[in-house]
């Protein structure tokens, strides 16, 4: 109930997945494919009848990721979005891949309601785009950011990868001051991860290494801080009030559906999946059925910890009385006003942290 009696309705997010990348980035694991671009008409509109036909309240959040959402006609994304109900003032985000980015483009967006971009940048350094396979140079991102800007888009984020082969710190620092220099409301940056089944799993010489890493984490930390965007979670910085509220929703355990071949939905205490491929998503839509691979519902004391897995992530933290009295603690947790939360130092020991949550 907000102050002035009214009934305040619970924040309510869409994911959708676009399933098309240019190329394939030899660390990714999503859900994306390189040679369906005959696909793409099909797709959206069975998004669209996906979307009609879920009983949906008002929207405070969508969330176009993928793949590369960037790379499909606007106009016809923006029909995907004029299914969705919104809620006065709703986040919508569109990931974009900086090589894909036009001013007609942008265009269309703001035209169709989106009110916040993403950015695939992950370095500001060629020969590290490069090692990355990356089809974007830092000229695609700085225009990107610009055309961003020109277009009326006040929220932006720049996802950045760190850890790479043959990053030096140094590379790092400049991407960061690069980044940092394009003034960015909010900027996420993710460990190279090493994922199974990629090209980058097959091959151990270009693996990232943990010290390399947390000596990044620590300069993106000091660097990002400095520019004013503050920690909100892990992987995330943002100025104050550029928060990207869709993530809040997944860190909080909210609510949301997720639409589209590989999406996940949370709602009703349930967590289902759809189906991984675009074909296979296409054959139930248009057949009338459900797009739903499979599903669970999580025991309540999973959830609780869970709940508090996440949490204590986040700037919030979690209740002092969810960890334990613990010397080993020491020095990787804060305590303020009954709540603990991560330090700089606990952040790169989350998970030894998150192990004892109780
Ligand atoms: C799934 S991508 C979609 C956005 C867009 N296609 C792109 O790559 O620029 C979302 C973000 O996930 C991150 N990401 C993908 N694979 C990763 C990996 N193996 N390790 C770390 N970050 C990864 C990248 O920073 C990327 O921008
Ligand atoms: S990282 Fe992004 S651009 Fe690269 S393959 Fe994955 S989704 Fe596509």
Known sequence: MAANGAVKSLPFGVYVHIPFCARRCDYCAFATWTDRGHLIERYLAACRTELQRADLPAVTSVFFGGGTPSLVPGPALMDVLAAVPPAPGAEVTVECNPDTVTADLLRAYREGGVTRLSFGVQSMVPSVLAALGRTHDPDNVRRSVELARAAGFETFNLDLIYGGAGESLADWDRTLREAVALDPPHVSAYGLTVEPGTPLADDPARHPDDDDQADKYLMADAVLAAAG???????????????????????????????GCAAHSHRDGRRWWNVRTPERYLEA?????????????????????????????????????ALPDDPDLEGLVDVRDGRATLTVRGRLLANEVALRLR
Do not use: F, K, M
């Open 229 to 259: 965007l503050g920690a909100y979670e892990i992987s995330n910085w943002a100025r104050p009030g550029h928060e990207c509220r869709h993530n809040l929703l997944y860190w909080s355990q909210g609510e949301y559906l997720g639409i």
């Open 285 to 321: 839509v248009e057949a009338g059925r459900s797009a739903e691979a499979a599903g669970e519902s999580l025991p309540v004391e999973d959830r609780r910890l869970e709940g508090l897995q996440l949490a204590i992530r986040t700037r919030e933290g979690v209740p002092v009385a």
